[in-house]
């Protein structure tokens, strides 16, 4: 089986702050990596696929980057709906799928 | 617009057998470019995928929970299922249906899902 390890669990940060979190796989997934934000009470929403490919309607201050086993997902100026938790799921192995434990970005 | 709803029981007694059924609607079952998922997600904790099927009614499922898991599809209903054996307070959790793309030209994704539905396993 495929594992996700992401990092950091949990951040404060400030609106306006560079905010970077990073997922690692236990094995190589080449770019088959997706990044989904979650809000309270609601389902996850995709934001980046195929590692780095914004998804239609996403701000542009969301970005990924990364293949093979580590990744990283990029929000450049943290705005105040971005506060939630975002998860990374690897599609390599499809139908057979694997969830990060998750990141809380919260206020400082 | 698709939609997806789970439905089922939201309380349950241990060592009973969890049923939740996921209708679709706007959009066929029967698409060749997607896949059919369960995903859990107990209070407070990360998601985790339980099992995915495909409208010829092939199955994967989480080798942690593969013993306890059945996923079905019915085609003429536009709906699938989820049957989880034995449940425990551990089970607890929302249990979300979704749809997975599954296309090598548009990507891997889940693209929708349900607005979950809450199971809470409590003698």
């Known amino acids: 089986d495929i594992q996700m390890t992401q990092s950091p669990s949990s951040l404060s940060a400030s609106v306006g702050d560079r905010v970077t979190i990073t997922c690692r796989a236990s094995?190589?997934?080449?770019?088959?990596l997706n990044w989904y934000q979650q809000k309270p009470g609601k389902a996850p929403n995709l934001l980046i696929y195929a590692a780095s490919s914004l998804q239609s309607g996403v701000p542009p201050r969301f970005s990924g980057s990364g293949s093979g086993t580590d990744f990283t997902l990029t929000i450049s100026s943290l705005q105040p709906e971005d506060f939630a938790t975002y998860y990374c799921?690897?599609?390599?192995?499809?139908?057979?799928?694997?969830f990060g434990g998750g990141t809380k970005v919260d206020i400082k | 617009q698709l939609q997806l709803q789970e439905s089922g029981p939201g309380l349950m007694k241990p060592s009973e057998t969890l049923s939740l059924t996921c209708t679709v609607s706007?959009?066929?079952?029967?698409?060749?470019?997607?896949?059919w998922v369960w995903i859990r997600q107990p209070p407070g904790k990360g998601l985790e995928w339980i099992g995915s099927?495909?409208?010829?009614?092939?199955?994967y499922y989480n080798p942690s929970l593969k013993s306890r898991v059945t996923i079905s599809v019915d085609t003429s209903k536009n709906q699938f299922s989820l049957k989880l054996s034995s449940v425990t307070a551990p089970d607890t959790a929302v249990y979300y249906c979704?749809?997975?793309?599954?296309?090598?030209?548009?990507?891997?994704?889940?693209?929708?899902w349900g607005q979950g539905t809450l199971v809470t396993v409590s003698s």
């Open positions: 094995q190589s997934i080449r770019t088959y």
């Open positions: 979704a749809r997975h793309m599954d296309d090598v030209l548009i990507g891997y994704y889940i693209d929708s």
């Open positions: 706007g959009g066929s079952i029967s698409s060749s470019s997607y896949f």
């Open positions: 799921q690897q599609t390599y192995s499809s139908p057979q799928l694997t």
């Open positions: 099927i495909y409208h010829s009614g092939s199955t």
